[in-house]
């Protein structure tokens, strides 16, 4: 009996909900927990895993369908071998990755077609057995027909799909030689990310302010503590953490940098909830540390280290990105020296990080080498004034410098 591939649960504020990109087609062996497709939200990316063991029957929603949490997609069939289809293939179409080796001496046998590919080269008017395979042993992939329909200019392989079924991913244009153009759909959560900076924009006063600090108390203190650091947490000590302490001792100095605004009302918060943006392959999303006032120095790394690594998974939950009552984006992990950045609205505020970057800097009349980071406040300057804001800064650039301090509070 055929077992439901089912919609998770994704959150009660995630709006939209849709099919990103099948990782399995049909007549694919799948193992429990093995993930068949992406799951695109507004918010996040997540993974569809296989409920068991089997192979991967009937998909009845196709990419970019809109779904809700709960609703069948598709099947997984028991037992080791699809269910029958019309795939004019030898029974090794299916056998899994470690086959039996060829015997010398035998004549070469027909490319292997995977049953995707030979339903979807049926479909173009293509024999899927003349088709290059670029799959294992030379197995034919659907990817691989799409490929041969496009360059065939065989369209006969769109009208074919479900009216349900958004657009393809990638839409050759033909052009003149040497000047050919790709038209490539948004993501949801690249449509929102749109959305919101454009919210942003519209509906905020935006300003910027900087600041520079000396980052040479940081390294001393990592450089002294690394080893120990890692031995007993298993986790390097990072910048992150610095900095986020230092966040959460400046907001509690300027509390509108903490607010936000709700209709003619401002909301204070007692409670520091911050943002931490993180670039994936589908976007920049930002997971919350609830109550990062309370964490250690261990928890935030640890925490966020988690957030990086389920990023790049697509295992980060929609419920983690909700929320937040600041943010803090890095954006010299990527070399950026300075830069901008947006707000993630509603909040009032978002602090840029930037590249380390030895420079030349006068200390007590004299003329030296330090590593200095160039820090970027941005923030809503309808709730937050510029002496507040460059306050802020400014308690940031103490407790860097002095690290101490964040540990005595003072």
Do not use: C
Not at 64 to 84: L, T
């Amino acid at each position: 009996m055929a077992t439901e591939l089912t919609v998770p649960s994704v959150g009660e504020s995630v709006s939209e909900v849709e099919i990103g990109e099948w990782l399995k087609g049909e007549g694919d062996p799948v193992r429990k927990d093995e993930a068949v497709a992406v799951i695109e939200t507004d918010k996040a990316t997540m993974e569809l895993f296989a409920p068991t063991d089997g192979v991967l029957g009937k998909l009845l929603k196709p990419k970019g369908a809109k779904v809700s949490a709960g609703e069948v997609v598709g099947y997984v069939e028991p037992g080791g071998a699809p269910a029958p289809a019309k795939v004019e293939t030898p029974a090794p179409v299916i056998a899994p990755k470690a086959a039996k080796p060829k015997p010398e001496g035998t004549a070469q046998p027909e490319p292997r077609v995977m049953p995707a590919a030979a339903r979807a080269a049926a479909q173009a008017g293509l024999k899927a057995g003349e088709i290059p395979g670029t799959g294992p042993g030379g197995r034919v992939l659907k990817e691989d027909v799409q490929r041969a329909a496009a360059q065939a200019a065989q369209p006969a392989v769109v009208p074919s799909l479900p009216e349900t079924q958004a657009a393809p991913a990638v839409k050759p244009v033909t052009t003149a030689a040497g000047r050919e153009e790709e038209v490539v759909a948004m993501s949801l959560i690249r449509r929102k990310i749109a959305e919101r900076l454009l919210q942003a924009q519209n509906t905020m006063a935006l300003l910027t302010t900087f600041n520079e600090v000396d980052m040479s108390g940081v390294l001393a203190l990592r450089g002294q503590f690394q080893d120990k650091f890692l031995e007993r947490y298993q986790i390097k000590l990072g910048f992150m953490s610095f900095f986020v302490k230092a966040v959460v001792e400046a907001l509690k100095d300027t509390p509108a940098l903490n607010a936000e605004i709700r209709g003619t009302d401002i909301v204070y918060r007692n409670y520091f909830d911050i943002g931490i943006a993180i670039g994936g392959g589908r976007g920049l999303v930002v997971p919350v540390l609830r109550h990062a006032e309370r964490l250690s120095f261990a928890e935030i790394e640890q925490a966020i280290a988690d957030f990086g690594k389920r990023v790049k998974e697509n295992r980060i939950k929609p419920d983690e990105l909700a929320g937040g009552t600041f943010t803090i984006t890095n954006g010299g992990v990527y070399g950026s020296l300075l830069s901008t950045p947006l707000i993630n609205a509603p909040q009032s505020g978002v602090l840029g990080m930037h590249a380390i970057q030895d420079r030349p800097v006068a200390v007590n009349g004299q003329v030296v080498i330090r590593p200095m980071m160039y820090l970027a406040l941005t923030y809503d300057h309808r709730i937050v004034d510029g002496r507040e804001a460059v306050t802020f800064l400014r308690r940031i650039k103490d407790l860097v410098e002095n690290p101490a301090r964040m540990l005595l509070e003072v």
